[in-house]
């Protein structure tokens, strides 16, 4: 089966749009890594040395993300220096004092469960779905 150079945009957006519909928020901030390094690669040589880079047909097709996101009249927040985790985390920590927000981070990045909350739940992305995770949900799997 040949996928074609659109695949991880198509899906992204089959996600993105399923989690609009199913849970209706108020309000919507997407992050995106940058290219540049961030504080923590300023900070250690070595900041994820080790890992892979991502791979170039997923980085050819965030261009195409992007225009995607903004033809549908959402924003996209990108800081120069911070990862789009550290943007989530940042979003997540202002509805957390708020206290009367609920925060609703998807991610694919297994490390934003640690932004679980009272007021803040995850759904992680896998290849075609996601999976809800509220404070319940990850001590049932986890504890």
Known sequence: HHKNKYTHCYGFLNIFLSLLSNYE???VAIAFDLKAPTFRHKMYDGYKA??????????????????????????IIEKEGFEADDILGT????????????TL??????????????????L??????????DRNAFFEKYA
């Open 50 to 75: 080790n890992r892979k880079g991502m791979p170039e047909e997923l980085a050819a097709q965030l261009e195409y993300a992007h225009k995607a996101v903004r033809a549908l009249g959402f924003h």
């Open 25 to 27: 928020p108020d309000s």
């Open 91 to 102: 979003l997540a920590a202002y509805g957390d004092a708020a206290g009367d927000v609920q």
């Open 124 to 133: 992680l992305a896998t290849n075609t779905d996601y999976v809800y995770f």
């Open 105 to 122: 981070i998807m991610t694919g990045d297994r490390d934003s469960l640690q932004l679980i909350s009272e007021h803040t739940a995850v």
